[in-house]
């Protein structure tokens, strides 16, 4: 089992940065697949991005691609989501959540561990 933490929200203009955190408490978090999502008011989550427990592959929705970078550091029992040019669309709760497996998945309903979130606002 593993207990998921996020940090790093705030305020942020358009056009800036935002470096969220998720610490995981445990001994195994090098076993777990990561995944990144987003919900905001009255939408589904959303996923944003996944990071295989090797760390040498991720995958990203489109909406982010290419301005959000995901990486962990299985020493730290810590992944990070780097969200560059900020939107007010990307305006959301953000959430980890882990998978014991090796694979990522970017559906919610196969995450077993999730964080209680973290609150990303950008104002144009």
């Known amino acids: 089992q593993v207990q998921l933490v996020e940090s790093g929200g705030g305020l942020v203009t358009a056009g800036g940065s935002l470096r969220l955190s998720c610490a995981a408490s445990?001994?195994?978090?090098?076993?777990?697949?990561m995944g990144w999502f987003r919900q905001a008011p009255g939408k589904e989550r959303e996923f944003v991005g996944a990071?295989?427990?090797?760390?040498?592959?991720?995958f990203y929705a489109d909406s982010v691609k290419d301005r959000f970078t995901i990486s962990r550091d299985n020493a730290k029992n810590t992944v990070y989501l780097q969200m560059n040019s900020l939107k007010p669309e990307d305006t959301a709760v953000y959430y980890c959540?882990?998978?014991?497996?090796?694979?990522?998945?970017?559906?919610?309903?196969?995450?077993?561990?999730w964080g209680q979130g973290t609150q990303v606002t950008v104002s144009s």
């Open positions: 445990g001994r195994t978090f090098s076993r777990y697949s």
């Open positions: 990071i295989a427990r090797s760390g040498g592959s991720t």
């Open positions: 959540a882990a998978k014991d497996s090796s694979f990522y998945y970017t559906s919610p309903k196969r995450y077993d561990y």
